[in-house]
T-cell receptor, first 117, second 121 residues
């Protein structure tokens, strides 16, 4: 069982739909991440939240909108996606970089498999 | 710039034989190194890490990895492969220098391209 929970596991949506992905962790981690992963490729970093503030946006199109309501939750709002956005979306969390946190691995959820029709 | 290379797209090994999955890295300072495994329809699972100290690191499921600073390598090994070890393996690196620059809590990992391990009965 993973300690990072992502819902839904699968999502099929049309290009005009609006949907949201949800991620939850209860490990007390103060850094949370969204990654996009295509089949048999490494994860690509999209966003990083640190202490509930957006720290990094890796030039992600505005049709992806992240939100971090509190230290345990991370959302990714989707609107007007394109077929090339079909992928596995992974959430991860880790201790913050300060102190010993830099030495700790990121913990990943099992992802949401997104298909755009 | 940081980078990670996994030179083999796929490694094939017979069950019971030893396995090695190769990883080399490039960082400006000293590295933190990680191995992750991904089974089908799952997220990445942490296997082991090298931070400092003993060059031989032991991790989950009987895996170990050897850090070699002169060869800038961190190869993943297991003495006796199982069919259930078949999965996609990712090596990742973070430069310790990032600790100073990214004091706001950002912990960026650079991943290799991945190596598919196939263990045959």
């Amino acid at each position: 069982d993973t300690e990072v929970t992502q819902t839904p596991k699968h999502l099929v949506m049309g290009m005009t739909n609006k949907k949201s992905l949800k991620c939850e962790q209860h490990m007390g981690h103060r850094a949370m991440y969204w990654y996009k992963q295509k089949a048999k490729k490494p994860p690509e970093l999209m966003f990083v939240y640190s202490y509930e503030k957006l720290s990094i946006n890796e030039s992600v199109p505005s049709r992806f909108s992240p939100e971090c309501p509190n230290s345990s939750l991370l959302n990714l709002h989707l609107h007007a996606l394109q077929p090339e956005d079909s992928a596995l979306y992974l959430c991860a969390s880790s201790p913050p970089l300060g102190g010993s946190g830099a030495r700790q691995p990121q913990h990943f959820g099992d992802g949401t498999r997104l298909s755009i029709l | 710039a940081q980078s990670v290379a996994q030179p083999e797209d796929q490694v094939n090994v017979a069950e019971g034989n030893p396995l090695t999955v190769k990883c080399t890295y490039s960082v400006s300072g000293n590295p933190y190194l990680f191995w992750y495994v991904q089974y089908p329809n799952r997220g990445l699972q942490f296997l082991l890490k090298y931070i400092t100290g003993d060059n031989l690191v032991k991790g989950s499921y009987g895996f170990e990895a050897e850090f070699n600073k002169s060869q800038t390598s961190f190869h993943l090994k297991k003495p006796s492969a199982l069919v259930s070890d078949s999965a996609l393996y990712f090596c990742a690196v973070r430069d310790r220098a990032e600790e100073v620059r990214f004091s706001g809590g950002y912990n960026k990992l650079i991943f290799g391209a991945g190596t598919r391990l196939a263990v045959h009965p």
